[in-house]
């Protein structure tokens, strides 16, 4: 499977700690983009970066990629209550296919 | 405003009786996708289109089909659905290699 896993599969933290999040994957990607879900509902685009690119940054969200260790990490500082959703990597191989993760839960507790 | 409208939002049928999932984008995207989540597998590609009259197979495409006659619009359909295609289905749409817009889903129960 060419889809990305991510790490840990549930994250628990208090409001005002940073979240740090990690996906692994097997093949050699042309981009790896970070998606949010809220409680079953569409997933809302964060950040792609490129597979020439190594970190990238969007207000409170910083994404980082090594592609010799074939992963990339999703950390949101300052976490907020609304932060609360589900986290999917997906990596893109080319003919705009992508292959999403099983996902992350995300718990802000207020 | 940019959309991705999915109808109906939710869905119960019965085995074998014929249904169609809509999806209508109005950003002019040549690529959509269909996808199917269910608890512990995450996301799985049904099937995808490149743009109008070019479809393709995803990863779960077995009793399932679509079609793309314009732009807009990329109807899924079941012809005889059964219980294992319960699932909670989105539709996304996007430019080649950018990010995805993504419906706000279908639950779909067949019972």
């Known amino acids: 499977s060419q889809q990305g896993e991510e790490d840990p599969q549930a994250l628990s933290i208090q409001e005002g700690e940073n979240a740090t999040m990690n996906c692994s994957y097997k093949t050699s990607i042309n981009n790896l983009q970070w998606y949010r879900q809220n409680s079953g509902r569409g997933l809302v685009h964060l950040i792609l970066i490129r597979s020439n690119e190594r970190e990238k940054h969007s207000g409170r969200l910083r994404v980082t990629l090594d592609t010799s260790k074939k992963s990339s990490s999703l950390l949101i500082t300052a976490s907020r209550a609304a932060d609360t959703a589900s986290y999917f990597c997906?990596?893109?191989?080319?003919?705009?296919?992508?292959?999403f993760g099983k996902g992350n839960q995300v718990v802000v507790i207020p | 405003e940019a959309q991705v409208t999915q109808n109906p939002r939710y869905l119960i049928t019965v085995t074998g009786k014929k249904l169609t999932v809509t999806c209508s984008q109005n950003?002019?995207?040549?690529?959509m996708s269909w996808y199917r989540q269910d608890p512990g597998l995450g996301l799985r590609q049904i099937y995808y289109?490149?743009?109008?009259?070019?479809?393709d197979k995803g990863d779960v495409p077995e009793g399932y089909k679509v079609s793309r006659k314009e732009k807009r619009n990329f109807p899924l359909i079941l012809e005889s659905p059964s219980p294992n295609q319960t699932s909670l289905y989105f539709c996304a749409t996007g430019r080649l290699e950018s990010p995805l817009h993504f419906g706000n889903g279908t639950r779909l129960t067949v019972t």
């Open positions: 950003m002019n995207h040549e690529y």
């Open positions: 997906a990596t893109g191989h080319g003919n705009n296919r992508l292959a």
């Open positions: 289109s490149m743009n109008v009259e070019v479809t």
